[in-house]
């Protein structure tokens, strides 16, 4: 499905579906890893979790550590033997795994229940994951054990966060999809998120489009571009009122906030 590529490794993804088969329907990913030395990759194992991995990037390794964020679908039996099982919903975790092994080293709490992953990031020892269920929220994991991670904090998003961005070691750009008071998406929102305050994240600046409209920079990520020496992102920018189709700059500043160029 996906391939992870580091400065030590590939590991190469799939889901696997084979599990719909039992009493009680499971999913899992398949993970296979190969050590990269200079050109040449090897081999080095192969291993699993349960769930979904989802987002392009929503797996990593750091210092001999996969970790991963999984949604995991939940089944119950419907009643007496044979009558099937019913669908209930999704649990969202972080969990972390030996690069070496396969073996899981630690997982977090469920972040909810029932919930949906949008995307996930993983910058040092935090993770990040965009959760949905009776709210929007992002999701902020510590990973400075990796045999203890835990939910440091959650922050509040005007939608889905879509796409993450490290501007800095103190500093992540969050790009939303707000939603309206019927619930669905009518416009692009930008959040920098301060992590200057160990344990407390926060976030500092919010711009939200007031027109209705979407940007393939929210699962592409090479549609946004980043001009660091001028404070500038830009990303393509669809309007649902015109139909027209623009390119956004925006001036990002971790101390005033955002500005719209053109």
């Known amino acids: 499905d996906y391939v992870y590529t580091g400065p030590e490794s ?13 009493e009680l329907p499971t999913v899992s990913t398949q993970l296979h890893r190969f050590a ?5 990759a090897t081999h080095t194992g192969s291993g699993q979790v349960s769930g979904y991995v ?11 550590v996969i970790r991963a964020s999984v949604t995991e679908e939940l089944y119950e039996n419907a009643g007496d033997a044979g009558a099937g099982y019913e669908y209930i919903g999704t649990a969202t975790r972080v969990v972390t795994l030996s690069a070496e092994t396969f073996a899981e080293l630690g997982r977090t709490a469920d972040i909810g229940a ?3 992953s949008y995307a996930a990031q993983f910058f040092g020892d935090r993770g990040f994951v965009s959760i ?16 203890a991670p835990t939910i440091a904090s959650r922050i509040a998003t005007p939608g889905y966060s879509s796409l993450l961005y490290p501007l800095s070691r103190a500093t992540v750009l ?12 009518p416009a ?17 600046h919010e711009l939200v489009f007031t027109e209705p409209g979407y940007t393939d920079a929210s699962y592409e990520q090479r549609a946004l571009a980043i001009h660091p020496s001028r404070n500038l992102i830009a990303f393509p920018h669809q309007n649902y009122n015109t139909g027209l189709t623009s ?8 101390s005033t906030g955002f500005s719209r160029v053109g």
């Open 36 to 40: 990269l030395d200079g050109v040449n």
């Open 54 to 64: 989802q987002g392009s990037y929503a797996l990593d390794e750091r210092d001999g």
């Open 174 to 185: 969050s790009l939303n999809q707000a939603t309206d008071a019927s619930g669905s998406y």
């Open 132 to 147: 949905s269920g009776t709210t929007y929220e992002l999701a902020v994991i510590d990973l400075s054990d990796p045999t």
């Open 114 to 116: 029932p919930t949906y």
């Open 247 to 254: 390119l956004e700059v925006v001036r990002v500043s971790a």
């Open 188 to 204: 692009v929102a930008l959040q920098l998120i301060d992590l200057s305050v160990a344990g407390a994240p926060s976030v500092k």
């Open 10 to 22: 590939i590991i190469l993804r799939q889901t696997d579906y084979g599990s719909y088969t039992g």
